[in-house]
């Protein structure tokens, strides 16, 4: 139910699924790629082994989601009577959406704006956007609404691998000198986001077998006792998703949701092939 006409906005980074958002009032701006000098749309329309291909020839470069295509969507949301949006992106400390998308809201009127910046990536920051559309179709209101996700934004985590760090820093999401330390010894860390949504290594495993179960270890650990949303993402590594999956299902079988997926193309960008994560949301409630 959605009573007070609440619409949510996100941007393609969050890796909100096209075909969920198209039935959900959720209204999705993409990202931007450009390869050789050709920009493309983050959308259904670029598929992630085009990235993977160009990233063998060079290296593509990603940008904000047009300004236009930003407030388009305003523009739409507004006509089409909504009287509340909820703007939630991927972390600021990784990308200027946030900050962006705060500076269009503000020019549009008759619509009341909430941002949130869910100082997250990937689909742990879709984790809030679905949550939100199930407060939505709870009937809850938008300050009810807005409560809920900002705690809910603290309790989200992402646990998330990648065979090598070239591309993170080569992008500057992570240090050049951590990045040829861990090319030299082997090393997998398994990445996070901080309090301030910036990458930080939260477990320095070597190789991909004991990176694996790192990950499932460390999502475990933090669903432990608690009513929690659980996602699986991999940019081109089906296989060792379904690894993951299986060791997950040992452990923690009873999500009250459970997503999985490919990253966007936008951000196989800045991790290269092979990514595979983990993330959990835990819900407010405790399990007895």
């Given amino acids: 139910m959605n009573r007070q006409k609440i619409a949510i906005l996100t941007d393609s980074g969050t890796d909100v699924p096209r075909e969920y958002a198209r039935t959900h009032d959720i209204f999705i701006v993409p990202l931007t790629v450009t390869i050789h000098g050709q920009t493309f749309l983050d959308d259904e329309h670029l598929d992630v082994q085009t990235i993977f291909d160009a990233l063998h020839e060079g290296t593509p470069t990603t940008s904000l989601p047009p300004g236009e295509t930003i407030e388009s969507a305003l523009q739409k949301i507004r006509e089409a009577g909504y009287a509340h949006l909820f703007i939630i992106t991927i972390s600021s400390g990784l990308s200027g959406t946030y900050n962006l998308m705060r500076l269009l809201a503000r020019e549009i009127e008759h619509l009341e704006c909430r941002l949130l910046d869910t100082r997250n990536i990937g689909i742990a920051a879709g984790m809030t956007v679905l949550r939100c559309r199930e407060l939505i179709e709870q009937g809850l209101e938008a300050d009810q609404i807005e409560h809920i996700l900002r705690k809910s934004i603290q309790e989200t985590k992402v646990f998330f691998y990648v065979p090598t760090l070239e591309y993170l820093a080569k992008g500057g999401r992570i240090g050049k000198v951590a990045a040829t330390l861990g090319t030299a010894l082997g090393i997998r860390p ?57 060791q997950l299902s040992e452990c923690i079988a009873n999500a009250s949701h459970y997503l999985e997926g490919v990253i966007s193309p936008a951000l196989c960008v800045h991790t290269g092939p092979g990514l595979v994560g983990v993330a959990v949301q835990r819900l407010e409630e405790t399990r007895i």
């Fill in 190 to 246: 398994i990445i996070s986001c901080d309090a301030d949504g910036c990458y930080f290594p939260i477990k320095k495993p070597r190789g991909q077998v004991k990176a694996i179960a790192a990950c499932v270890q460390l999502a475990v650990e933090y669903a432990q006792g608690r009513l929690y949303n659980l996602a699986i993402a991999h940019g081109g590594a089906a296989e060792t998703a379904h690894k993951i999956k299986a």
